[in-house]
């Protein structure tokens, strides 16, 4: 692609309003339908009184616990909470007892009207008060408990050590637009326009509850507006759609209010995370433990693999984590950008801060001296690693060299302070399948899956079909989000471009393959693709030589996935894959008031071969603000005594707004990873999200001296700082 990118070719479609989501698709006849949740933690349902709902003006039914056919169970995942029906027994609050169907939505707001009593209520047992327990079942990210060496000798013989916990924040997704589904059935198949990150996820998991073949259940969405992580699985507002539509012989359509998408379509869990390290008198390391306790529910045992990335990330010969979880009363959590790597990074690279305070050397110096050359606890090599490069750049962009002793930085009332961290994520891989068609006028459409949901996919199928076909890009058009289409795994993970990326690659060379008796020639490289010309390289146009071959139109399917070796979630079982960024805030807090401000941050990353520049620099931009927010705003308050989140609203739920956010320069470093994928091309939709909270943290402790290790850091936090 050349140095620019192309513009979102799904643009003028949502400025025009023609781009329709899950909950604009009209359908004729439809029945609305609206939840009643139950405000209670934990008890059971004894008595629901319908009736006056049930006469109001418009109401169709209302169904409670019983009133359906039972569904066999299933895991989490694929479904985002194991308690999908209408039940007796509450195990959180929000819990959806009953759903009252009419012919408007205004009408189906009779819900308000329905009355329940509880019995055996107790309170909420908050995050901090149940037991830490080992989380059942596998989880694809490793083992709940690593080591390689031993860390006990390590920490034992080091000159210097570090021994901190720190904590994050329950947070929610909050996309713009509310989870929303239309289901329909005829006879016995079910067709489901929803919100979704997956349609082939959603497709499966449908199909499984009500005993039908996959292929008897239809998913359609083309469009999402935010998802986050929380479209990711099948969460019960889709299933209750689908049931009741069953039930009525009527299509039925549910959207969540904000308040339910507090508890209805998952949430990233706090942490409490504990790091423990070791290094000589010359800053090498010599022992690292990682250890992370996350808010659970008791509904799938939903694991935040916080030390994650401590397995890769620096040398030392010995490293040891351990994940533990907490059964909990509230509903269950869910991925949430960036998994895993986004709260655990704020915990290790807050200490490896320490670290280089305490042995007095440069923090990004301490870094680069721990630089491993092979997996740390793998003994792999890694398929690229220019995490280096990424330090000495961002360094040199940000003006390192300038940073002065801590809180020796000042502007008037203004303490000034500059913090970085290290920003890395796992590389999950997965199949993904696209369909080409190469008409007579030589326009091309690429056919596909996946769902557009904010990150410009589409823009990136154009430019990866007119690259390898040597074609403009505004030759090449995209249909996409129907589980009728070939499959995408979803868009999710990080994973899309590399996996989709590589499947239009291959149905383009296979298009070449048919047009040249010879083999299609590979006309993607490392380097910049076409920019808008027209014509291959010997003038002809693919109208030309779909007219030499004395054809009228091509078709062919092109398909990727991960190597057959491939362990879960496409991990090599011959390199280490992963993405890394070097992060560098500068931030000024007010002496008096406790104000914090970040009027710049700049991120240099390796992230694979980037495709389409434009999107790229607009993701890792949207991501280091959701680190923004991480860092200083984001927090859902859990009320013990409620047994529920306190705000369930954007008023209470802080964001970030432009206001907050000062000047992002993001960059990328040269990463063509042909390891990873066939394109070159890794994950960067979560890169941008991790390091931006330690970095901020990093960078108030330079400011005033004051170390901050729970997230978000409250104006309270930075009060009394002295003169």
Request: charge should be negative; hydrophobic fraction near 40%; include cysteine.
């Amino acid at each position: 692609m050349n140095g620019v990118g192309l513009r979102r070719v799904d643009g003028p479609a949502k400025l025009s309003g023609a781009a329709h989501y899950a909950g604009d698709v009209p359908s004729a006849g439809a029945l609305f339908a609206v939840l009643v949740s139950s405000s209670v933690p934990v008890g059971r349902l004894v008595e629901l009184d319908r009736g006056e709902a049930a006469r109001a003006p418009g109401v169709f039914r209302v169904f409670g616990p019983g009133d359906l056919p039972p569904l066999p169970p299933l895991p989490s995942p694929p479904l985002g909470h194991e308690v999908i029906e209408l039940q007796e027994r509450i195990s959180y609050e929000g819990q959806p007892i009953a759903v009252v169907l009419a012919e408007t939505l205004q009408q189906a707001h009779a819900a308000s009207q329905v009355r329940a009593s509880y019995a055996d209520r107790t309170d909420a047992v908050p995050f901090g008060n149940a037991p830490e327990v080992v989380p059942q079942g596998g989880h694809v990210l490793g083992a709940t408990d690593e080591a390689t060496g031993d860390v006990a000798a390590g920490l034992a013989a080091a000159a210097v050590r570090v021994d901190e916990a720190y904590t994050t924040a329950d947070r929610h997704h909050n996309p713009i637009e509310p989870p929303a589904t239309l289901a329909e059935w005829d006879g016995d198949q079910l067709t489901v326009h929803s919100s979704v990150q997956s349609a082939v996820i959603a497709q499966q998991t449908l199909a499984a509850l009500f005993g039908i073949p996959p292929e008897q259940v239809r998913v359609v969405c083309p469009f999402v507006g935010g998802g986050f992580g929380c479209k990711g699985y099948v969460w019960p507002p889709q299933v209750l759609a689908a049931a009741a539509a069953r039930d009525t012989g009527r299509a039925v359509k549910l959207v969540l209010t904000r308040a339910q998408m507090f508890t209805l379509c998952g949430y990233q869990p706090a942490t409490r995370q504990r790091v423990e390290l070791g290094a000589t008198s010359d800053g090498r390391l010599t022992a690292l433990r990682h250890s992370s306790v996350n808010a659970s529910s008791r509904a799938g045992d939903y694991v935040e693999h916080a030390p994650h990335s401590t397995t890769w990330l620096y040398d030392s010969p010995a490293i040891e984590t351990h994940v533990r979880i907490e059964r909990l009363d509230r509903a269950a959590p869910t991925p949430m950008r960036a998994p895993h790597e986004g709260p655990g990074m704020f915990a290790l690279e807050s200490a490896m801060d320490e670290l280089a305070h305490r042995l007095d050397v440069d923090p990004v110096e301490l870094r680069i001296r721990n630089e491993p050359e092979v997996d740390p606890s793998t003994g792999l090599p890694f398929s690229t690693r220019p995490l280096v490069e990424c330090l000495r750049q961002g360094a040199a962009r940000f003006g390192w060299a300038g940073r002065g002793p801590v809180r020796s930085m000042r502007d008037g009332n203004d303490l000034i302070g500059w913090g970085m961290a290290v920003a890395t994520m796992d590389t999950f891989r997965s199949p993904s399948s696209a369909r080409m068609h190469l008409d007579a006028d030589g326009h091309v459409t690429v056919t596909t899956g996946m769902q557009e949901i904010g990150t410009g996919l589409p823009a990136m199928v154009v430019s990866v079909a007119a690259e390898t076909l040597g074609c403009r890009p505004e030759d090449v058009s995209v249909r996409h989000g129907d589980s009728e289409f070939p499959t995408h795994t979803g868009t999710m993970g990080s994973m899309s471009a590399m996996n989709l990326g590589s499947a239009v690659r291959a149905a383009a060379q296979e298009i070449l393959g048919k047009l040249d008796a010879g083999g299609a020639t590979d006309t993607l490289d490392a380097g910049d693709g076409p920019s808008g010309a027209g014509p291959s390289g010997d003038g002809r146009t693919l109208a030309d030589r779909l007219a030499e071959a004395g054809l009228t139109e091509l078709e062919a399917e092109g398909r990727w996935a991960p190597e057959e070796s491939a362990g879960p979630i496409g991990r090599s079982a011959h390199y280490s894959i992963h993405t890394y960024g070097a992060v560098f805030a500068e931030v000024r807090v007010d002496v008096d008031l406790g104000l914090l401000r970040m009027p710049r941050l700049v991120g240099v990353y390796a992230a694979g071969r980037i495709l389409n520049p434009l999107a790229a620099h607009s993701q890792m931009s949207g991501g280091a603000i959701w680190g923004y927010g991480q860092a200083v705003l984001e927090q859902s308050v859990f009320e013990p005594n409620l047994g529920r989140f306190l705000a369930k609203n954007l008023a209470g739920y802080i964001v970030p707004v432009n206001a907050d956010i000062g000047e992002i320069d993001v960059s990328f470093v040269d990463d063509d990873d042909r390891r990873a994928s066939a394109i070159g091309a890794k994950g960067i939709g979560e890169l941008g999200a991790v390091g931006v909270s330690a970095a901020i943290a990093n960078a108030v402790f330079h400011a005033t001296g004051r170390r901050i290790r729970a997230l978000p850091i409250r104006i309270h936090d930075l009060l009394d700082l002295g003169g």
